[in-house]
Structures are given as C-alpha cells and as structure tokens.
C-alpha cells in the first residue's frame, strides 16, 4: 500500500483551504499560527494516514504541497 508524506511549504500558502476540502484523508488542517504573508497554512495534523493520492497537490493553486510517496513492504 502507498503512504505519502506531505510537505507544505507555509510560506507560499495562501489559505485557501482547498487542499482541506480535496483530502480523501481529511488529515489537513489550517494551522493557528500565521505565515509571513500573515496568513493561516495548511498543515498535516496525521502523516501515518496519508495514501499518496496527491489530489491535495493538485489542487493547490500555489504549488505549495509536494508529496513524498513511498511503499509499505511486509517485514520491514
Ligand atoms: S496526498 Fe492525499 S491523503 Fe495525503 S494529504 Fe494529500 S490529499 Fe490527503
Ligand atoms: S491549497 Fe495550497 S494555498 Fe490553499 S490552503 Fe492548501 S496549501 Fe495553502
């Protein structure tokens, strides 16, 4: 099974909140602290849940999220 990892990068969010509706997850979430751009970010509140699906990525007009994918081997 896939599991991925995302990684948003605060700065360029704009708070747009798409990427929270998009997650089949829903494990993103708007932080309560703010960015430079003092906007609230999007933040993922539980990686262990994350498939990979990188609709969040997709979605984000900013290109703020990239998503680290990788494979769940039996025994390791
Ligand atoms: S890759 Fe998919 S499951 Fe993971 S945070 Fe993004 S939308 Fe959610
Ligand atoms: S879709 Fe992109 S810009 Fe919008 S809240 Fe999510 S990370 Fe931020």
Known sequence: MARGKPEID???CTGCE??????????LKMSDNYN????HFAVC???GRC???????DICPE?????????ITAGG
């Open 18 to 27: 798409k990427c929270i509706d998009a997650c089949p997850q829903k494990i």
């Open 10 to 12: 605060l700065e360029a």
């Open 63 to 71: 290109y703020a999220i990239r998503i680290w994918s990788f494979s």
């Open 51 to 57: 498939t990979a699906c990188v609709d969040c990525a």
């Open 45 to 47: 509140f539980d990686e």
């Open 36 to 39: 430079r751009r003092v906007e």
